[in-house]
């Protein structure tokens, strides 16, 4: 029980440092920016979409593009799940760090292998058009 109170309280406290963070600090807006002209960009997307809602990305697949981009971008991924388990492991439970880096390691290398089968099946279509 008490596990369970700590952890309730731990994602309570985490809850309000992003509340803080979002509301009372400029961390929120950082690296955002106005968009020059925006009532005439906003016309012509209204022209383009009419009233259709959603949630649009731009640009939508070009961030991505290219073999090397999507492996980088595959294991910058593996990374952050790496570190966002197994150090937590060893930090809170007192893993071994042979064991926990050989886990890390694991995981990244998942999300690096993923990213070269989705880079190379995207790139292959590329390739045959």
């Not at 016309?43 to 070009?62: E, I, N, V």
């Not at 595959?74 to 952050?80: D, L, M, R, S």
């Not at 990213?115 to 790139?123: P, T």
């Amino acid at each position: 029980m008490r596990i369970l109170i700590a952890g309730v309280l731990g994602g309570i406290a985490m809850f309000i440092w992003a509340s803080v963070a979002h509301v009372a600090t400029p961390l929120a807006s950082i690296g955002l920016a106005p968009m020059p002209n925006e009532a005439a960009t906003i016309t012509a997307l209204h022209q383009s979409l009419g009233d259709k809602p959603g949630l649009y990305f731009f640009p939508f697949m070009a961030s991505a593009a290219g073999f090397g981009r999507r492996l980088t971008l595959a294991a910058v991924v593996g990374v952050i799940a790496a570190m966002a388990t197994n150090l937590s492991y060893w930090n809170w439970y007192g893993f071994s760090l042979d064991y926990t880096l050989a886990n890390a390691f694991t995981e990244l290398m998942k999300f690096v292998f993923a990213g070269l089968a989705i880079a190379f099946v995207l790139g292959w279509g590329r390739r045959s058009a």
